[in-house]
């Protein structure tokens, strides 16, 4: 059966939907670990020094108000997402911490921008590149907007390392197989960056790689499991009795203490040629 990511098509989802994708967002936007890694990319480009700032998929606006937060940034963000629900909560967020001017978030598609040539300091997607149509359009929008001198920035999953065990090993890869078409666009594109960039005359600066792994107790993973109940059969890779009975099992080893659920995160950090 061939998903559809809804993570995808953001501007098509109804509400109920669109409210379980911006509690996933800001659950791992609240996990250390997840914000270990963001602040890691912020400090090596070097984030502080920017006066504006491009940050594609912008969601929730997490990136955004993250930046904004540090004490030593004083420039601007300007967030496109593809979805105006997702686009009016990063406003609402961004007020409720102080960051309303200083944000500005707008509805867009990363594969064409709207935006003059070179007109950024730095330029960020942050998850959103698994989830894309066309990744080297994207990419090539970022290139096109930075201006010379300034930093791109591409983190997201290596959800082709996405896994889920559970009691059966054969039934763990069937099922998180199933989980990575249902919620992935372009689950292998972290280990295509190096190729797509040098198409777009950008030059690796530095790379980071993690591996986000929970066993025993869940915690980061207890919102992508929780969220798989709305999201799987709304990509109609599994139907709700499915998806729910596989959320059950895992939150269930989770209380039992066998859970066991990871994947390999990357940072590529991008410079002009």
Not at 123 to 139: K, M, R, Y
Request: proline residues 3%.
């Amino acid at each position: 059966m061939a998903g559809t990511d809804p993570w995808n098509g953001t501007d098509r989802l109804d509400e109920a939907t669109l409210d379980v994708m911006v509690a996933r967002l800001e659950a791992r936007g609240k996990n250390a670990a997840f914000v270990g890694m963001l602040d890691d990319y912020l400090d090596a480009m070097e984030i502080d020094g920017a006066a504006s700032v491009l940050d594609l998929g912008c969601g929730t606006g997490l990136v955004s108000r993250r930046i904004c937060a540090r004490p030593d940034f004083a420039g601007t963000c300007h967030g496109i997402d593809l979805s105006d629900y997702l686009v009016r909560a990063a406003r609402r967020y961004a007020a409720d911490e102080g960051a309303g001017e200083r944000t500005r978030f707008e509805v867009g598609d990363t594969h064409s921008l709207n935006l003059a040539e070179a007109s950024y300091d730095a330029v960020i997607a942050h998850t959103l590149f698994s989830h894309l149509d066309d990744p080297g359009a994207v990419l090539g929008e970022m290139a096109r907007v930075v201006r010379p001198g300034g930093r791109i920035v591409v983190y997201d999953g290596d959800y082709a390392s996405l896994t889920f065990e559970e009691a059966d090993p054969e039934q763990s890869r069937q099922n998180s197989d199933r989980v990575i078409e249902a919620l992935v666009t372009q689950p292998r594109v972290l280990r295509q960056m190096l190729r797509i960039a040098k198409r777009h005359g950008l030059v690796l600066d530095r790379m980071f790689s993690y591996v986000l792994t929970e066993a025993g107790r869940a915690d980061f993973w207890v919102s992508a499991v929780e969220g798989l109940r709305v999201l799987g059969p709304r990509s109609g890779v599994m139907t709700e009795a499915e998806a729910n009975a596989w959320a059950d099992a895992q939150l269930a080893a989770s209380e039992e203490g066998v859970f066991f659920g990871s994947s390999n995160y990357y940072t590529y950090l991008f410079r002009p040629a």
